[in-house]
């Protein structure tokens, strides 16, 4: 690294050493967020929000493709709606925060900032469901939560975040659920192919499912600190908001019934895991599907500085039509300065582009991934640049693959559970009676969790805790 990038990174701490302190400087110095003056918030700078922008645009055209369709519900839920169903409020109710006045008048009844937006969506089902011809309801919004954190952390965990919230109606127990595991496929593809990170796929434990839900899916991912990470969540909801609610349809046999509702969710949680993920002791890594900016062009301009730029602004238009290409042409920086930055911000690309370059019609290829230079022909550049973008992608899937699998190890006794956690971490795969007692017993014995049940996973072997033959494989995790 040269003297000038030495110095663009000094404020990273190692990550293998002080991964904490390594995220949260990376997320400030790459510009992706900022703390708020309000307790808990954040504030997200243009880079970080482009990289939402990048997630909306992808599952909303997966969305709507499915039938989806965007609305938009208040954010305000009357205290006598979040507590008709027992269980949702019981869930929420110590991180809801409470509007009590308007202006200095006291309100007759306290309104709760949503958490989440069952308790306003169904009301309004009711209203505008009566026949099966109704059905289904495909309905989310794009929207953020208030959850009063006591403990937070840019992207990770926030007072209030960004995410969409899917709310969906069926005549039918198997529709809902089909729909749950729909939803949870675009996640996995979503995760998987864009934004490079494998996960495990399956459900939650009823003690980690949603509340109100009778049961949860869930997409569970490995860091790079070798904790857990809740990627997404698709919840099937049976008919409890519906009664609660008072959602009715006649169906086709002139019977009145419940409908059987649905919801799910991503966040900006996202984006803390990209971070993690992907970046290393020079900053982001960025996998090029969801990357903002996938080449920077650099013009070294040397002593014909003019020829230099325009050829660079000629690549630049000519890969603009290809991919996202920023044109480096800044003249208050030095090439090396502008190296550095890039690679902080994780760019997949860089092509630099000099005098020797100009008159040989090359240029200088970068990735991001390992830092090795290739001199590239300007003819046919698009194709190579493509082509290259496609590699690095494989690149980040790989390694991020190839860690989660290091780090996923089965363990026949609690014993060999605990012994795992405390050493190394990570994924422990093992079997289970489904006894919410074993369950309790593995928790309070080794400090993990159920993160998943693998849902086309056979059983195999013994219940760690009684010793009974499993009736599921789950994988325990210490988790965030």
Known sequence: MSTEGQAFVKEIPSKSEQFSDWYTAVVLKAELADYSPVRGCMVIRPYGYALWEGIQRWLDERFKATGHVNA??????????????????????????????????????????????????????????????????????????????????????????????????????????????????????????????????????????????????????????????????????GQNFAKAFGVKFLDRDNAEKFVWSTSWAVSTRLIGSLIMAHGDDRGLGLPPRIAPIQVVIVPILGKDGERVLAAARELADRLGKVARVKLDDRDEYTPGWKFNEWEMRGAPLRLEIGPRDVASGAAVL?????????????????????????????????????????????AETIEQLAEAMRDRRGFVRTGWCQEQACEDAIRERTGASPRVTPLNDAPEGACLACGKPSTATVYYARAY
Request: aromatic share 10%.
């Open 72 to 237: 938009y519900f208040p954010l305000f839920v009357p205290e006598s709606f979040l507590k008709k169903e027992a269980e949702h409020v019981e869930g929420f109710a110590p991180q809801v925060a409470w509007v009590t006045h308007g202006g200095d008048e006291e309100l007759a009844e306290r309104l709760a900032v949503r958490p989440t937006s069952e308790a306003i969506i169904l009301p309004m089902y009711a209203k505008w469901i009566q026949s099966y011809r109704d059905l289904p309801v495909l309905l989310l919004q794009w929207n953020s939560v208030v959850r009063w954190e006591k403990s937070t952390r840019l992207f990770q965990r926030t007072s209030e975040f960004l995410w969409h919230e899917g709310h969906t109606a069926h005549a039918t127990l198997e529709e809902a659920d089909q729909e749950c595991l729909v939803i949870l496929e675009i996640y996995r593809q979503l995760l998987e192919d864009v934004l490079a990170i494998p996960v495990l796929v399956g459900r939650k434990s009823p003690t980690e499912k949603f509340a109100g839900a009778d049961w949860t899916y869930t997409l569970e991912a490995l860091m790079p600190d070798r904790q857990a990470l809740q990627a997404g969540t698709s919840h099937f909801l």
């Open 366 to 410: 970068v990735k991001r991934t390992d830092g090795g230079k290739a001199t590239v022909a300007q003819d046919g550049i698009e194709q190579t640049v493509l082509a290259a973008l496609e590699e690095v992608q494989k690149e980040y899937f790989g390694r991020a693959k190839a860690f989660l699998e290091a780090h996923t190890v089965s």
